[in-house]
């Protein structure tokens, strides 16, 4: 048995109990990164550290970082992923996910000043609101409807965007800030109501799937992977270019034919049920990520119809085994602190 290396740093990761941050916590711990989760279960799951079951370098801590935060131990690096990130939950309790992204990202920005430390932002292309550019580039300021329904989640990444920067400005604090793309794959929630899982199990359970509009509107789907990868390697990028820096795939598809390759991927009998569009809801999305390609020699590498198999693997095997809640999986944690 070879030795273990030292863990190169310490890393806390809010939000690291939902479906990117214990993606980006597995991969931190191939790196032999030391990983510390902190999230308040409200849309994030213990079922997704699962897979990460004895790892002696991973902690959990349940704490709300709109609240001040617990003590926590010497740090080298903050990953902020703390945020319900699908409408269906976001707008659920539109205060709460204010207060997460802009209370959380004071919290987290005053404990990376204290500490001397970096820290990332997960933003999102939510910013862009329904873009009048496009592709959207990191210059473009977006075009969002303050006083809509998705107000409290777009107008809080771009509040917690503009405290980075002020940080940045007043600290010298030194910040990164990423801008997400729809992304998906393993460990999606089943009921956060994003296209991608709704699409899938409604096509495994024989329902009509539901689209809204005339499902004209266009994605651009990043497979959690290939997400995962870009985040990475901006976190050990060594220059000192703070961002925004869009992840995504700049592949664009109608919702329209997502359904219709869904269908054929799940060899399902499906109808099609056609709703009206949500008020705000963006007619097109597409990042430019010439940015990235040129800082991180980063593109995404997985198709869409690779990615969607593996997410309906999931979504497959899901549906026939039973989800442990997380009140049955606390003893699997021996390193579970309740804050």
Same mark, same amino acid.
Request: charged share 20%; net charge neutral; glycine share 8%.
């Given at each position: 048995m070879q030795d273990e290396q030292p863990c190169t740093r310490?890393?806390?990761?809010?939000?690291?109990?939902?479906f990117l941050g214990s993606h980006l916590a597995e991969a931190l711990l191939k790196l032999n990164h030391r990983i510390i989760c902190l999230d308040n279960l409200s849309t994030g799951s213990l079922s997704n550290l699962t897979p990460l079951q004895g790892e002696s370098q991973l902690d959990f801590i349940e704490a709300d970082i709109a609240k001040p935060l617990p003590p926590l131990p010497k740090l080298d690096l903050i990953l902020n992923l703390a945020c319900p990130a699908s409408p269906a939950h976001y707008q659920k309790?539109?205060?709460?996910?204010?207060?997460?992204? #802009?209370?959380?990202?004071y919290h987290l920005l005053e404990l990376a000043?204290?500490?001397?430390?970096?820290?990332?932002?997960?933003?999102?292309?939510?910013?862009?609101?329904?873009?009048?550019?496009?592709?959207?580039?990191?210059?473009?300021?977006?075009?969002?409807?303050? #006083?809509?329904?998705?107000?409290?989640?777009?107008?809080?990444?771009?509040?917690?965007?503009?405290?980075?920067?002020?940080y940045l400005r007043a600290y010298h604090l030194p910040i990164? #800030?990423?801008?997400?793309?729809?992304?998906?794959?393993?460990?999606m929630d089943a009921q956060d109501g994003r296209v991608v899982s709704n699409f899938i199990l409604q096509a495994l359970r024989g329902q009509p799937l539901t689209l809204y509009g005339r499902g004209e509107q266009t994605r651009s789907f990043c497979y959690v992977d290939d997400l995962i990868d870009g985040i990475v390697r901006f976190i050990h990028f060594k220059g000192l270019t703070p961002g925004p820096l869009n992840l995504g795939n700049p592949s664009e598809y109608s919702i329209l034919e997502?359904?219709?390759?869904?269908?054929?991927?799940?060899?399902?009998?499906?109808?099609?049920?056609?709703?009206p569009l949500p008020t705000d809801d963006p007619r097109q999305r597409r990042p430019d990520?010439?940015?990235?390609?040129?800082?991180?020699?980063w593109s995404p590498q997985t198709s869409l119809q690779e990615g969607l198999t593996k997410t309906i693997t999931y979504f497959q095997n899901l549906l026939h085994?039973?989800?442990?809640?997380?009140?049955?999986?606390n003893s699997k944690f021996g390193n579970l602190t309740r804050r």
């Open positions: 310490t890393i806390l990761i809010p939000g690291g109990a939902g309790d539109p205060i709460q996910t204010w207060k997460t992204s #802009v209370f959380g990202a000043r204290d500490r001397t430390i970096p820290i990332l932002q997960a933003s999102t292309s939510e910013v862009y609101g329904d873009p009048l550019e496009h592709p959207q580039k990191e210059t473009y300021w977006g075009h969002v409807n303050s #006083v809509g329904p998705r107000s409290c989640y777009d107008e809080g990444k771009r509040a917690a965007e503009s405290l980075f920067f002020d990164k #800030v990423i801008r997400i793309f729809n992304t998906y794959g393993p460990r997502l359904a219709k390759l869904t269908l054929s991927l799940t060899q399902s009998s499906s109808l099609l049920s056609f709703k990520i010439q940015k990235a390609q040129d800082l991180l020699q085994t039973a989800i442990p809640q997380d009140t049955q999986m």
